[in-house]
């Protein structure tokens, strides 16, 4: 089945150290995003890649990084984790018309746990 | 201003029987597109159903419909024949023609379904 796959699901670092999520998809879709999570609340985009086009959100801190070597993969990488930044992390993907036709299909998620 | 409203935080629904979330949009584009999309508990987001701001039918996938009022700027949900596993935080999103590739999503609301 095509899908959106992230890994690991459950991920505990500590704090400043850096770590790297990553998000692979068999859906051969162009556009690849990454949003953030918080308990209880709307899930906030971080950037998203449109191919091999990175646009960042305005509010998204610096210490959020991406990389996209191709296609099927994202990564997602955080340098210098803080408390505050442990959260789900959501990857998603779509195949745009119109961008407001455009349906997500997301990934199940990495729960960050920051020590 | 809130873009996407979601009033109920919380609702409860008998199982089998019929449940109405609510949503409201604000928007001055005249091409939009709203979505809404179910997250159980293990944080996956679910695709629904999705309707264009000009499809003049309501949109209806399965058990679930998107009652569409253009003029009352309203997308509501209705999930027929609840069943447990409905049980989920469910958002309501919109995709705006000139908003590029952000969705902004409600607060959510939270659906329990009782045996």
């Known amino acids: 089945d095509a899908m959106v796959i992230q890994n690991p699901r459950y991920q505990v670092t500590q704090f400043g150290k850096p770590v790297t999520l990553s998000c692979s998809q068999t859906?051969?879709?162009?556009?690849m995003y990454w949003y953030q999570q918080k308990s209880s609340q709307a899930p906030k985009l971080l950037f998203h890649y449109y191919d091999k086009d990175f646009n960042n959100e305005a509010d998204t801190p610096d210490n959020f990084q991406s990389r996209r070597p191709n296609t099927s993969f994202c990564f997602l990488d955080i340098r210098s984790p803080g408390l505050g930044d442990a959260a789900m992390y959501l990857c998603?993907?779509?195949?745009?018309?119109?961008?407001?036709?455009?349906?997500?299909?997301f990934g199940p998620g990495t729960r960050l746990t920051v020590l | 201003a809130q873009k996407i409203t979601q009033t109920q935080p919380g609702m409860f629904v008998q199982e089998k029987e019929a449940v109405t979330l609510d949503c409201t949009y604000d928007t001055s584009d005249q091409s939009y597109g709203l979505f809404w999309y179910k997250q159980p508990s293990s944080g996956e987001m679910i695709f629904l159903i999705y309707q264009g701001s000009y499809d003049e039918q309501n949109a209806t996938e399965g058990r679930y419909s998107l009652n569409f009022q253009k003029a009352r700027k309203s997308a509501n949900l209705v999930i027929s024949a609840s069943q447990l596993g409905d049980s989920a935080m469910y958002f309501c999103a919109m995709r705006e023609g000139t908003g590029g590739f952000k969705t902004i999503f409600g607060a959510g609301t939270r659906l329990f379904v009782k045996a």
């Open positions: 859906l051969n879709h162009n556009v």
């Open positions: 998603a993907t779509s195949r745009p018309e119109t961008a407001e036709t455009d349906t997500q299909y």
